[in-house]
């Protein structure tokens, strides 16, 4: 029975170097693991793995009769197929508690920072097991952009304080430097499909019942989807339909100027800017200050769905 590390579906960078670091520091702990990711690689996790020349994890979104580290998620709508026929060994994750069950005892560690990779290097830490300079590198640049270069709320001390240790294990000089780069990598629309772009960071909630998807795009300056708009939506309307979801938001979020432009496809438009206190025209609505879907777009839409 083989052990594998593996974060959600539609992978971000935290999901994929909070993947290969777990494996790394299990392996070092006489625990041979293998990363592995559930979709295919945005630029700018390709971005990372390249500057810091990791390979990429192969594709595996089925781990039956296999040992299982599930990174950076605890909900089952973001799980790998069968999930059942998994032995479940722990959850590294810094995102609310979801409804993966387990039938035996497992290894736990949640925290609330910024980023799993964060959390990683805290198990490395415990374990006194020393970090490689390339993952070094790549969980540092995983940090920052969970956090949004320190912008996002979720942003913590212990955060701030991992990525500084980092670059000094990894070389980097100027991690900020590096991070800007890294973001005008993740700003990059420009040929991409519209389907690609609502799946990049997408993920599915279960709100009482009704199936609610959120993506997510970070970039550097909203004018890049001013041509796109209309094929974003109509993309939207098209994968609500395909998964029978209540609604599909698509967060456009400036991190330069701090908050968001969010694109809805919805069958209760009322209930959504209920949850933002603002009204939407023409499907669309800017929230000033949202960064994160997870502290401050997941709480207030699960409260209009309970």
């Known amino acids: 029975m083989k052990t594998y590390a593996c974060g959600h579906i539609n992978p971000d960078s935290d999901s994929v170097c909070s993947a290969i670091s777990l494996s790394y520091l299990k392996t070092k702990l006489g625990e041979p693991c293998t990363p592995a990711r559930q979709g295919e690689l945005s630029p700018e996790t ?85 970090i490689p300079k390339e993952i070094a590198g790549a969980m540092m640049l995983a940090i920052l952009s969970d956090t949004v270069l320190f912008k996002s709320p979720t942003c913590t001390k212990v955060d701030t304080k991992a990525v500084k240790e980092l670059a000094v294990i990894a070389g980097v000089e100027d991690f900020k430097a590096l991070g800007m780069e890294m973001f005008l990598v993740k700003s990059a629309v420009k040929g991409a499909s519209p389907r690609t772009l609502l799946l990049r960071d997408f993920k599915d909630f279960d709100m009482g019942g009704n199936k609610i998807g ?81 502290k401050q777009v997941i709480p207030v839409m699960e409260k209009q769905f309970a």
């Open 214 to 294: 959120i993506g997510q795009l970070e970039v550097v300056d909203l004018k890049v989807f001013d041509e796109m708009k209309e094929a974003l939506f109509a993309d939207m309307k098209a994968y609500k339909a395909e998964g029978h979801r209540h609604s599909v938001m698509l967060l456009l979020t400036d991190i330069m100027i701090e908050g968001s432009q969010f694109l809805v496809v919805s069958d209760d438009e009322s209930k959504i800017e209920a949850a933002f206190n603002t009204t939407l025209v023409n499907h669309e609505m800017w929230v000033d200050g949202v960064l994160s879907r997870k």
């Open 46 to 130: 390709e971005f990372i793995l390249k500057t810091f020349g990791l390979e990429a994890p192969e594709f595996k979104n089925d781990f039956s009769g296999h040992n299982l580290y599930i990174t950076d998620y605890s909900d089952l709508a973001q799980a790998p197929h069968n999930l059942k026929e998994t032995n479940i060994l722990g959850i590294i994750d810094h995102h609310k508690l979801g409804d993966i069950t387990t039938s035996t005892p497992l290894e736990c560690w949640i925290r609330p920072v910024g980023c799993t990779c964060t959390i990683v290097k805290e198990m490395f830490d415990h374990y006194k097991i020393d």
